[in-house]
């Protein structure tokens, strides 16, 4: 599978099957799943902590250090998507309604070139 050829529902029913083959639905809560997005995103975020663009981009282009960080990425997503699964978010809806709702609060003209939040932006 890849990116170019799989579809959201097909990634859900990879997760589901998975899950269900081990009998993990009851420990599949909504609060269980979110916390496991947030530890997993962590443990992402803990390849980048007080690395510098530069050693960032080294990184990136590392096998070894690349493969370790696509691990936690594929925990993150994991999480993320049975989460989606579990309770029926369809996740492209979900993204375009909070695009829409950010193109509003973040117009082209205001927040070009800016990392300000909505909120700051004049």
């Known amino acids: ?9 097909q990634i859900k ?6 899950c269900n083959d081990r009998k993990w639905d ?27 663009q530069a050693e960032t981009e080294a990184m990136m ?6 493969a ?3 691990d936690e990425v594929a925990d993150v997503m994991f999480f993320l998507v049975r989460l989606c699964q579990k309770y029926g978010f369809d996740v492209t809806s979900a993204l375009d309604s909070k695009i829409e709702t950010n193109a509003v609060r973040y117009p082209v003209d205001k927040a070009i070139g800016s990392n300000r ?3 700051e932006l004049d």
């Open 1 to 9: 599978m890849s990116d170019s050829t799989t579809t959201i529902a």
């Open 13 to 18: 029913e990879k997760v589901r099957v998975f």
């Open 26 to 52: 009851k420990y599949d809560c909504g609060k269980d799943l979110a916390i496991g997005i947030v530890t997993e995103a962590s443990e992402l975020l803990g390849h980048f902590r007080f690395k510098s």
């Open 61 to 66: 282009n590392d096998i070894r250090k690349r």
């Open 68 to 70: 370790v960080i696509s």
């Open 117 to 119: 939040k909505y909120t």
